[in-house]
């Protein structure tokens, strides 16, 4: 029987991943990178659009897909309102929030309109999204913020995140709803959640909100302070939210948002970025050791995935400081083109119901 074609589009902060699928089996797999200064000529994440398509179309043509017989095209999902996990068909609605959402921006968005444009352009695909970085299961605890105007919120890696933590359950052929684990996912943003029982029961608000810094990201900021450097007059509100989300982090602290260069840079003896790499080490160690408390102690496994745990120093340096937690195991890169082609076959498979947003 013929395989069902599945495209498979995941706009993240630092690149865009693209990957066929002829049922579960990769025909084609590709990365490409964007730095800092690539994108900071899009005045917003929404301005990128044509951008990152246009790539994508590049990228097929080159390797010569077929794209007529495409069925489904799965986006990584992006600021809809929270909604459960799942496989979501693209809808106005879906396009109407995700254009408006009263959360910043993020490329995540353009996941699921760039789905519903190339599924338009195919005689007979459906464009879906998986598990979007909204997914939102976290316990009536970890809603409180420190003050009623605010309430804590789930913006995660949850497609990488769950689908990192259901590979593993397999692997020590354990059900993941059997299991406690802190998964952390370094990437553009980093994320770290304490998934109780299949369940993402606490999380880092990873887009714009809290948690350790990472390659593009501030992560939590003394609140006071920014405050203060908001009504100073100093910045406008754009570049203050910039700070926070585009250009925090490593990028402020060294002008660039890869951690591989960083990486380089620390093993051939710049002090100044060894000496940060490793405070973002200290912080994301620090996120496992609260998410340990979420799960009351009872950790059956730390998992570390995202792009930077290919790298060896850095993942070296958070596992000196939690191996007491739990079991660590490294899952370098991320498995989510494989989650969206899935997550898409099933539902043409008839093997999982499609929610309708
Ligand atoms: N071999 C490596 N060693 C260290 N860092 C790496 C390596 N490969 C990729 N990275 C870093 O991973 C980060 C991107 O991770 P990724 O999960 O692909 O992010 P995103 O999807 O958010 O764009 C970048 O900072 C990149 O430099
Ligand atoms: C918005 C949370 C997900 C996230 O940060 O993704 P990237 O690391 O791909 O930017």
């Given at each position: 029987m013929e395989e069902f074609r599945?495209?498979?589009?995941?706009?993240?902060?630092?690149?865009?991943?693209?990957?066929?699928?002829?049922?579960?089996?990769?025909?084609?797999?590709?990365?490409?990178?964007?730095?800092?200064?690539?994108?900071?000529?899009?005045?917003?994440?929404?301005d990128q659009y044509n951008f990152r398509k246009e790539i994508i179309y590049k990228q097929l043509e080159e390797a010569g897909i077929e794209m007529d017989s495409i069925r489904a095209v799965v986006g990584r999902g992006g600021l809809t309102k929270p909604i459960p996990s799942g496989v979501y068909e693209v809808n106005e609605a879906?396009?109407?929030?995700?254009?408006?959402?009263?959360?910043?921006?993020?490329?995540?968005?353009?996941?699921?309109?760039?789905?519903?444009?190339?599924?338009?352009?195919?005689?007979?695909?459906?464009?879906?999204?998986?598990?979007?970085?909204?997914?939102?299961?976290?316990?009536?605890?970890?809603?409180?913020?420190?003050?009623?105007?605010?309430?804590?919120?789930?913006?995660?890696?949850?497609?990488?995140?769950?689908?990192?933590?259901?590979?593993?359950?397999?692997?020590?052929?354990?059900?993941?709803?059997?299991?406690?684990?802190?998964?952390?996912?370094?990437?553009?943003?980093?994320?770290?959640?304490?998934?109780?029982?299949?369940?993402?029961?606490?999380?880092?608000?990873?887009?714009?909100?809290?948690g350790p810094f990472s390659p593009e990201r501030s992560g939590t900021l003394p609140s006071a302070d920014l405050v203060r450097l908001c009504f100073s007059g100093k910045y406008t509100q754009k570049e203050i939210l910039t700070m926070i989300k585009g250009k925090g982090g490593l990028a402020a602290f060294l002008g660039t948002n890869s951690a591989y260069e960083v990486e380089q840079r620390a093993m051939a003896g710049d002090e100044y970025a060894k000496f940060i790499f490793e405070a973002m080490a200290f912080q994301v160690a620090k996120a496992i050791g609260a998410m340990s408390t979420v799960l009351k102690g009872e950790v059956d496994g730390i998992l570390i995935t995202g792009g930077i745990a290919h790298g060896k120093w850095f993942v070296n340096q958070v596992i000196e400081r939690v191996y007491k937690i739990g079991p660590v195991h490294v899952y370098p890169g991320e498995d989510e083109m494989r989650a969206l082609a899935v997550n898409g076959l099933m539902v043409l498979k008839g093997e999982i119901e499609v929610k309708e947003y």
């Open positions: 599945i495209l498979a589009i995941n706009p993240g902060s630092t690149s865009t991943k693209i990957a066929v699928f002829n049922g579960t089996n990769p025909v084609f797999v590709r990365t490409i990178t964007h730095s800092t200064e690539e994108l900071s000529g899009f005045d917003k994440i929404t879906m396009k109407h929030d995700m254009a408006n959402s009263p959360m910043d921006e993020h490329a995540s968005n353009l996941g699921g309109f760039i789905a519903d444009d190339i599924a338009k352009s195919l005689p007979n695909a459906r464009a879906f999204i998986a598990d979007p970085v909204v997914v939102d299961e976290l316990e009536p605890h970890a809603r409180v913020s420190g003050h009623p105007e605010f309430a804590r919120k789930s913006i995660f890696h949850a497609l990488n995140q769950k689908a990192i933590a259901r590979q593993h359950a397999k692997s020590i052929m354990r059900k993941y709803e059997d299991l406690n684990l802190i998964v952390v996912h370094l990437g553009g943003g980093i994320s770290v959640g304490a998934h109780r029982k299949g369940q993402v029961v606490d999380v880092n608000q990873a887009l714009d909100g809290e």
